[in-house]
């Protein structure tokens, strides 16, 4: 066992219990800190992998980002702060046994297939040059197109918001 499996086992493991604790609360500030560290720890995992980019972005994207806009709206909204509880025990019941029996079909069909020998790849140092080159020279016209897009949805979010103000 070297440190890189330990490092996958442990960010594996906060990937599945997060997302497990993020349907399993009730309370939706607890469910969107959980999402928060589902998210983080798979750009861990990203990292492991050699493509520090994409874990840099998951982290600027999903963790800072769409986390704390989770945050402000809930914050912005009226909630309750009790617990609701489901008040059936039985369905805790089924769905951990229903969990349980997913989770050893899928390992037992991980553990009997067959799999392909990998591929050598050569992992490059400069992961972050070549996406740009790739970007800017293979895909320049829909990167270009995308960046139209998000401007015309900006513009469209602004009329919205002020077609709404001024109904008020």
Known sequence: MNGEFLA???LSLMTIGGAVFMISFTRVVHMVISLGITFI?????FVLLGAEFVG?????V?????SI???FGIMLTKHDAS??????????????????VLFGLMF????STAWPPAAETVA??????????????????????????????????IIMAKKEEDSE
Request: net charge negative; aromatic share 14%; charged share 10%.
């Open 41 to 45: 720890s798979i750009a861990g995992l």
């Open 108 to 111: 037992w069909g991980i553990q």
């Open 69 to 71: 806009l989770m945050l």
């Open 83 to 100: 617990d609701e509880g489901t008040g059936h025990v039985w369905k805790n019941w089924f769905s951990l046994i229903f969990v349980v």
């Open 56 to 60: 840099v972005a998951q982290i600027l």
């Open 8 to 10: 996958f086992f442990i």
């Open 124 to 157: 490059s140092e400069h992961n972050v040059k070549e996406i740009g080159l790739t970007v800017f020279t293979t895909y320049v016209i829909p990167f270009e197109l995308i960046s139209v897009l998000l401007l015309v949805a900006l513009v469209g979010a």
């Open 62 to 66: 999903y963790s800072g980002a769409i």
